[in-house]
């Protein structure tokens, strides 16, 4: 098994229990999505957009059945027109998952959703890769990615983390006797040991601040006072006015009786 290739090993036991369970998971995480474009970057073998309503959807990838061949860190596709874009496993494989992110990161509309998976290095999967480092079996080849790193990535790049899940509890076994005898951990696992599991989903959402506007601050000093100063001598002209007439305001004056001049 020296020579396996990453399609080779989802075609064994071991791979086609975590398969189905990916895709089980990925079903859940986008049926509810809407947009106009999707994107699925990597693992061919995966229909990650199968549950999804969105019409227009785009597998890309550098070999296998794709839609579009080309490289992830390099995406023939126009900035802010995706959706909602999927990641299988397509950083821990990839020579340089930073310029994958920051590519991806220029597709997405704002608001848009991002959701990966990847192989979790703190978990009973994590201890098989530390004892086959320097091998070129997968998916033990891999750079397996920490949940709290990619996090990291993630928010340095205007993402907000909104789900994740664990799944893969049972021990990374090649056989389907043992993975048969240890079912009963992915229930347990999921239930005591949430972290644990050997693969994770995150969900996360491009936020793109808004602008605001800020006003000069005005200053009391600009402010004529000749606009009060006219207010105060109407005031006093009104006062002496009222004086001189010997009127009060308010106040209704009597009549003068019939036949006398006013």
């Known amino acids: 098994m020296t020579n396996l290739t ?20 990925l079903d859940d995480a986008v049926c509810n999505i809407f947009g106009y474009n999707a994107l699925q970057v990597f693992m061919p073998e995966l229909d990650a957009l199968r549950a999804n309503r969105i019409a227009h959807r785009i597998t890309l990838c550098r070999h296998g059945p794709t839609s579009l061949r080309a490289e992830p860190h390099a995406l023939p596709l126009a900035s802010q027109t995706i959706d909602l874009a999927v990641l299988p496993h397509a950083l821990e494989f990839s020579p340089n998952p930073h310029a994958i992110l920051r590519e991806i990161t220029r597709v997405m509309r704002p608001e848009g959703r991002l959701i990966l998976t990847a192989f979790n290095p703190r978990s009973l999967w ?29 928010s340095l790049l205007g993402f907000e983390v909104s789900a994740g899940r664990f799944w893969a509890y049972v021990p990374p076994f090649q056989s389907d006797r043992w993975l048969y005898r240890f079912r009963f951990m992915e229930p347990a696992g999921d239930r005591w040991w949430g972290v644990g599991g050997g693969v994770y989903m995150l969900q996360a959402v491009k936020r793109v ?49 019939e036949g006398h001049a006013p």
């Open 126 to 154: 994590g201890l098989r890769q530390s004892f086959s480092r320097g091998t070129q079996e997968y998916p033990w080849c891999g750079h397996f990615i920490a949940l709290s790193r990619l996090k990291d990535w993630l």
């Open 6 to 25: 990453l399609h080779d090993w989802l075609l064994t036991p071991l791979g086609q229990h975590v398969l189905g369970q990916e895709q089980r998971v």
């Open 209 to 257: 601040h808004g602008m605001r506007l800020i006003t000069p601050r005005w200053s009391p000093s600009l402010v004529p006072k000749k606009v009060l100063a006219s207010t105060v001598r109407s005031s006093v002209s009104r006062y002496n006015a009222i004086q001189s007439h010997k009127v009060l305001p308010f106040v209704r004056q009597p009549r003068p009786p």
